[in-house]
């Protein structure tokens, strides 16, 4: 079960930090954002093991993952944010390896909307 919290709105240029809660140890973490009217996108992955973090080109060097192990929480912390970052954000986990193959997660949790103003 996957919990993500922390939207909202914030102005252009503003911060936000995401967090998403595990009920148990996967093998890695994903955030993903859906913004109106379009495709749902991948943001970020971050493999527990080894603690990588991959992100996709348009938030690379805005968005940074982190964890806390003892909470088992991933977070997706938000700098300068943009109106185009506007979206359902969504957290989700993979139970093994495979998901470097096939980019399919496991498990979803509910989304959570960052409204981002101009």
């Known amino acids: 079960q996957l919990q993500a919290s922390g939207g909202g709105l914030v102005q252009a240029g503003g911060s936000l930090k995401l967090s998403c809660v595990a009920s148990g140890r996967t093998y890695a973490m994903g955030w993903f954002r859906q913004a109106p009217g379009k495709e749902r996108e991948f943001v970020a992955r971050?493999?527990?093991?080894?603690?990588?973090?991959y992100y996709v080109d348009s938030v690379k060097g805005r968005f940074t993952v982190s964890r806390d192990n003892a909470k088992n929480t991933v977070y997706l912390q938000m700098n300068s944010l943009k109106p185009e970052d506007t979206a359902v954000y969504y957290c989700a986990a993979a139970k093994s390896a495979t998901v470097l193959l096939t980019k399919k997660f496991d498990y979803w949790g509910q989304g959570t909307l960052v409204t981002v103003s101009s």
């Open positions: 971050h493999i527990w093991s080894s603690g990588s973090t």
